[in-house]
């Protein structure tokens, strides 16, 4: 089994870097490449990289079946101290979890909530680990209104030391007790403060109305968490701020009250990111509690915050992509997959969502949202619409998204910039599936991860 798997690794790598295997050196023929300017796939190329840099795209020669290199994607918000099974993650749990982002095409995450993370970057260059590139927000503020507990993650109401081995992101947690808003005055005094000191404020509202709104009228530029039903937005708001709308963590939670479309759904997760169906899938008990940080989100049904997503098309032209990797039942990679089938079953039009149950029950989908599909439907159900979502949720994953982060592929594959890409071997616009599976990873020019052969033949 051992020989085969190496032989198996040895055989994919050569077909990329023939001369030197796991070098930074690449040569790729006749793929077709993402176009962040167009969004959309272009023609053939050549692609060559040396020393983890893309030097040229030349023009290919034609291919029935080439394969389509997607820029890697990033991620706003992951907690990596939360196991996704309601504790925390072990050491020997590590290596596992930067694969599962890896296994899903992540080449940036940013952690938010974890404990300075300084020595954890050390151990993965120190143990050689295979990981995404990691960045840390500054350490969380909790408003001052609400007691910070016993936990030392948050600062103390608003004030902040902050850390120069972590980014330019100030998280700001707003968590309504009975309804009670903040002052505004103050809220918008602290936002100035952060951003005259060169931060860039971002409020995290747990899916609060109350807060929600009062983020919306002191001018945070960045907003995380499901927008609630009724929420105020003036056009000048819709499009003035950046939403990270993170829905899965509320879906999950749904989820866990409907044991058979669970087991369904994570048969669809299993298909779709194979560390999640190789090490987590069987992990999860429906009666295990969520432990994740930072708190849960508010009570309600996912179902009473999937109309706003749907109707406030002006204020999704600008969304972050944000996991919530780390919140309970969603691990890495594998929560990604969780928000992208959200955001495309929720914006593809009715009429392509309509289908009955083969076993005559009603399906999970139509359980929450009315007459819907539980697995994705084909790009022929809907051939308009769905290329068209998934050209935006690319953009958001990559262009949008890496932007915020600083990333420096700048969520594209470009001559001169580092080669961060996901391969895949069909088109992810037109495949049923969407944009996952990948069918490998690179970083920096190295294949960092594909899928490894089981006894049934190779994962995919």
Same mark, same amino acid.
């Given at each position: *089994? ?15 870097? =023939? ?27 050549? /692609? ?42 072990? &050491?020997?749990?590590? %290596? ?16 938010? $909530? ?17 990981? +995404? ?32 081995? &972590?980014?330019?992101?100030? +998280? ?28 860039? =404020? ?11 709104? @009062?983020? /919306?009228?002191?001018?945070? =530029?960045?907003?995380?968490?499901? *927008? ?16 990270? %709308? ?23 997760? #299993? &298909? ?9 899938? @069987? ?14 989100? #508010? ?22 992509? !944000?996991?919530? #990797? ?28 309509? !289908? @009955? ?47 915020? *982060? ?10 001169? $910039?580092? !080669? ?7 088109? %992810?616009?037109?495949?049923? #599936? ?27």
């Amino acid at each position: *089994m051992k020989n085969r798997r190496l032989l198996f690794l040895s055989l994919f790598l050569s077909a990329f870097a =023939p001369s030197n295997l796991l070098s930074q050196n690449l040569k790729m023929k006749s793929v077709r490449i993402w176009e962040s300017e167009k969004a959309n796939f272009g023609g053939f190329v050549d /692609l060559e990289v040396v020393q983890g840099k893309i030097i040229s795209l030349k023009e290919g020669t034609p291919t029935v079946h080439p394969k389509y290199l997607l820029p890697g994607f990033c991620d706003a918000s992951v907690t990596l101290g939360s196991n996704a099974r309601g504790g925390k993650t072990s &050491r020997e749990e590590i %290596p596992t979890y930067l694969s599962g982002y890896l296994a899903a095409g992540f080449s940036h995450i940013e952690s938010v $909530g974890d404990p300075n993370l300084t020595h954890l970057q050390n151990e993965i260059l120190k143990s050689k680990w295979l990981a +995404p590139i990691l960045t840390q927000s500054q350490k969380p503020a909790l408003y001052s209104e609400l007691a910070s507990g016993k936990e030392v993650l948050y600062a103390s109401g608003l004030s902040l030391t902050p850390d120069s081995k &972590r980014n330019r992101h100030l +998280p700001i947690f707003l968590k309504e007790v009975e309804n009670r808003g903040f002052s505004q005055t103050e809220l918008f005094a602290k936002r100035r403060e952060g951003e005259e000191k060169g931060y860039l =404020p971002v409020a995290y509202t747990f899916a609060d109305k109350t807060s929600w709104e @009062d983020a /919306l009228d002191t001018g945070f =530029p960045v907003i995380f968490h499901p *927008m609630p039903e009724g929420t105020n937005l003036y056009r000048a708001q819709k499009r003035d701020f950046r939403w990270a %709308p993170m829905l899965s963590i509320l879906y999950l939670q749904d989820l866990k009250t409907k044991p058979e479309l669970w087991k369904e759904q994570i048969q669809i997760w #299993s &298909r779709l990111h194979s560390v999640f169906g190789s090490r987590w899938k @069987d992990s999860l008990s429906l009666e295990s509690e969520g432990g994740e940080e930072g708190g849960s989100l #508010s009570g309600g049904s996912f179902s009473q915050y999937k109309s706003t997503f749907q109707s406030e098309a002006e204020a999704r032209k600008n969304l972050l992509f !944000a996991s919530g #990797s780390g919140h309970w039942g969603l691990f890495p990679g594998q929560a990604a997959i969780v928000e992208v089938q959200l955001w495309e079953t929720l914006l593809a039009k009715p009429r392509a969502r309509k !289908a @009955d149950s083969p076993s005559g029950r009603t399906g999970f989908w139509a359980s929450l949202f009315g007459s819907f599909s539980l697995e994705l439907l084909s790009t022929n159900a809907d051939p308009e619409t769905l290329p068209q979502i998934r050209r935006d949720i690319i953009q958001t994953l990559t262009l949008r998204t890496c932007s915020f *982060m600083g990333a420096d592929h700048e969520g594209k594959i470009r001559i001169g $910039g580092p !080669a961060h890409f996901s391969v895949h071997d069909e088109n %992810p616009l037109k495949r049923a #599936s969407g944009i996952f599976p990948i069918e490998s990873m690179v970083l920096g020019g190295k294949l960092v991860y594909t899928p490894k052969p089981t006894k049934e033949g190779t994962a995919k």
